[in-house]
C-alpha cells in the first residue's frame, strides 16, 4: 500500500474535497440508489459544514501527494439521542475513486476516533450510505437501525444510522 498521510483540512481547500465528494458520489452511488437520490445528495449535502473546517475536525488525507479522501467528525447536536454532548458524529467521509480499497478511509476514521477520544466523546454515530454499511461494519460500528434522512430535497434517502463505544 503507498503511504497516507493525513493532515487537517482548512476552508482553502473546500473547494477540492466537494469536488472529491462529488467524483466520489458519480462513482459508487449509482449501484445502490437511483438517479434522482444521486442529483439529491450531490445538490444537498455536497456543501462541507463550515464548522467541521473552523474547528479543525475535518482531515484530508494524500497518497503520493494527491487529494485521496476525507471526511471527519462533530459533536452531535444536543437532542433525543444525544448524550450529554458525549456523542460524536461522523461527517462526510469519501474516498476518491483513484484511491479506493487502498486503506484511505481507514486511516481517516481511526484519526477521527483518535480525535474524538481525546476531545471526551464515548460513542461515535454514523449515518451510512447503503453503499458504505460493510466498511462501517469492518470497523467496530454496529447497525442501531435503518433511517431515512432528509437531505434537502423531497425524498428521504435511506441511510443507516451506526454506531461505535469508544473505550
Ligand atoms: C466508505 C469509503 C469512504 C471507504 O473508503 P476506502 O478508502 O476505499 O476504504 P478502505 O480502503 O480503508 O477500506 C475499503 C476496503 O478496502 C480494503 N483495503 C484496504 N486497504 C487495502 C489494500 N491495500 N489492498 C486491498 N484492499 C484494501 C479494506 O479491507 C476494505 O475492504 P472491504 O470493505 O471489502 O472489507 C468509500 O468507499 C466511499 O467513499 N464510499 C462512498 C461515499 C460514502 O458512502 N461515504 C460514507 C457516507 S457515511
Not at 35 to 62: K, N
Not at 139 to 150: P, R
Not at 153 to 163: K, N, Q
Request: glycine share 10%; proline share 4%.
Amino acid at each position: 500500500m503507498n503511504d497516507v498521510s493525513v493532515r487537517v483540512a482548512t476552508e482553502a481547500d473546500r473547494q477540492q474535497l466537494e469536488q472529491l465528494i462529488a467524483d466520489c458520489y458519480e462513482e459508487i452511488y449509482p449501484n445502490w440508489y437511483g438517479d434522482e437520490m444521486i442529483y439529491s445528495s450531490l445538490t444537498h449535502v455536497l456543501r462541507l459544514d463550515p464548522l467541521l473546517l473552523q474547528d479543525g475536525h475535518y482531515f484530508a488525507a494524500q497518497v503520493d501527494g494527491e487529494l485521496a479522501g476525507c471526511g471527519g467528525w462533530g459533536r452531535a447536536a444536543n437532542g433525543p439521542n444525544a448524550d450529554n454532548g458525549s456523542l460524536g458524529h461522523l461527517r462526510h467521509f469519501a474516498t476518491h475513486p483513484n484511491f479506493m480499497r487502498r486503506g484511505v478511509g481507514a486511516v481517516i476514521l481511526e484519526k477521527c476516533v483518535a480525535a474524538a477520544k481525546a476531545d471526551g466523546i464515548s460513542a461515535l454515530h454514523c449515518f451510512s450510505s447503503v453503499a458504505s454499511e460493510r466498511f462501517y461494519l469492518n470497523h467496530g460500528f454496529t447497525k442501531v437501525q435503518d433511517v431515512s434522512v432528509m437531505l434537502g430535497g423531497d425524498e428521504p434517502f435511506p441511510a443507516i444510522l451506526m454506531e461505535r463505544k469508544l473505550g
